[in-house]
Nanobody, 122 residues
Framework: QVQLVESGGGLVQPGGSTRLSCSASGTISTINVMGWYRQAPGQERELVAIMSRGGSTNYGDFVKDRFTISRDFGKHTADLQMNSLKPEDTAVYYC????????????????WGKGTLVTVSS
């Protein structure tokens, strides 16, 4: 069974930075795509940043070079460095993994973490 556990987040001042980390556990061989989504109160969940096994990335339009995703493919982790944070970045940030191979079996769906809250406020 695959589990995703997020860490980091908390209260950050506007203009500040924080780093989120996600670790996938289980008998994992590979993860095709891993990354981050977020959901603000009353809003739909939206893409923040994802990275494929090939290293290609996709960022939400609102990121505008403020965030950087990185992965350790061997350790099955994904980090999100967030800079120049704004109050509108306040949300629960979820780690996501798509296309996970475990014990020789491929699952093309998504796994989700439970989320970590990032609050940007003075």
């Amino acid at each position: 069974q695959v589990q995703l556990v997020e860490s980091g987040g908390g209260l950050v001042q506007p203009g500040g930075s924080t780093r989120l980390s996600c670790s996938a556990s289980g008998t994992i061989s590979t993860i095709n795509v891993m990354g981050w989504y977020r959901q603000a109160p009353g809003q739909e969940r939206e893409l923040v940043a994802i990275m494929s096994r090939g290293g290609s990335t996709n960022y939400g339009d609102f990121v505008k070079d403020r965030f950087t995703i990185s992965r350790d493919f061997g350790k099955h982790t994904a980090d999100l460095q967030m800079n120049s944070l704004k109050p509108e970045d306040t949300a629960v940030y979820y780690c996501e993994a798509t296309g996970v191979t475990t014990e020789g079996r491929f699952y093309g769906g998504q796994y989700w973490g439970k989320g970590t809250l990032v609050t940007v406020s003075s």
